[in-house]
Structure formats: structure tokens, C-alpha cells
């Protein structure tokens, strides 16, 4: 049985530049009264950006909260109020240089539905049109070409970790 659960109150935890945390009071059936921790985040992009030659656009960059460099597509954080395409198009510039004829939403996935509102859209670029990279001054990233057949035999290997690359390279792979 599916139940919905009504929130009796809310507690702010903390309000970041990335997240905000919040406890929520709910009330289930049968049970009372439980919390729940919840991340808030705004959303962000990852781009499968592929290339005329059918390459596909990687970055490797240190992620603090896991302690390596991983490889990932672009991505970026959705600002307050902004578009997914629009994010997706400047993100794609910010960190490749690359601006994409064609940007076209291919899916859109929960990270962890079980603690975080955090919705990333996924978006197929064609048409790349190499440019000058706009990083941001905190941002420290390569950026790679690869054959499509070989990152997706990253994934296998467990060479690509990161699940927003994961999902653009399994999907790149029905629908390219």
C-alpha cells in the first residue's frame, strides 16, 4: 500500500550555495510521527556532447566529496530560475569551449529521491562548434575527446563512476 505522507512541520537546517538542508516532520499511518532529512538542490545539466566524428566530450576534474579525479560529461548546476536548455548551453560552453548547433533534452532522473529533491536533465549536443573555454575561477577541469564505444567500455571497466555519465553514455548508445 502506497501511502502519501503529510508534513506536520519543517526545520531549516542550513542554507548553502549548493544546497540547503531541512528536517521534516511527517506523519505515516499506523506509526505516528517520523523525520526526514532532506538535501534540497535547484537541479542541474549534463551534457552528451558528441562530436561530427561521433567522439563524445569528457572532462576529468577532482571532486572533494570523493577524494579523485573522475571522468564525467559536462555539467553544471541549474541557477535560481533558469532554463535546463539555457544551463545546458552554457555550461557546454564554460567548460569545453564547445556551443552546439542542436541541444535536445533526452531524459531527466531523480539522484537520490530517497534524500534529495535533486532532478538532473540529461541533453544530447550536436552540431559542436569548438570554441574558448569560460571556466569558472574554482574550476579546475581537462576536457577529452573519446570514442563512443570506448567510454562506454569505461563504464563497464568501472573506469566512469559518476551516474549523470553513466546514463548519457548508456542512452548515447540506443539512441545514436
Known amino acids: 500500500m502506497i501511502v502519501e505522507e503529510k508534513t506536520i512541520s519543517s526545520d531549516r537546517i542550513y542554507n548553502g550555495k549548493v544546497v540547503n538542508l531541512k528536517i521534516d516532520t511527517v506523519e505515516i499511518p499506523n506509526q505516528g510521527y517520523q523525520k526526514r532529512e532532506i538535501v534540497e538542490h535547484g537541479g542541474a545539466v549534463g551534457i552528451l556532447a558528441i562530436t561530427e566524428e561521433g567522439k563524445v566530450v569528457l572532462v576529468k576534474q577532482f571532486r572533494k566529496p570523493i577524494e579523485k579525479v573522475i571522468w564525467e560529461i559536462p ?102
Open 75 to 176: 555539467a553544471g548546476k541549474l541557477e535560481i530560475g533558469e532554463n535546463p536548455k539555457d544551463c545546458a548551453m552554457r555550461e557546454l560552453k564554460e567548460e569545453t569551449g564547445y556551443t552546439a548547433q542542436n541541444m535536445k533534452l533526452i531524459h531527466k532522473f531523480f539522484t537520490s529521491a530517497g534524500f534529495s529533491n535533486e532532478k538532473i536533465y540529461i541533453y544530447l549536443a550536436t552540431g559542436l562548434e569548438a570554441g574558448e573555454d569560460k571556466l569558472d575561477d574554482d574550476e579546475f577541469l581537462d576536457v577529452y575527446e573519446i570514442e563512443l564505444e570506448e567510454a562506454y567500455n569505461m563504464i563497464i571497466k568501472n573506469e566512469i563512476e559518476d551516474a549523470k555519465t553513466s546514463i548519457g553514455l548508456l542512452l548515447a548508445k540506443e539512441i545514436i
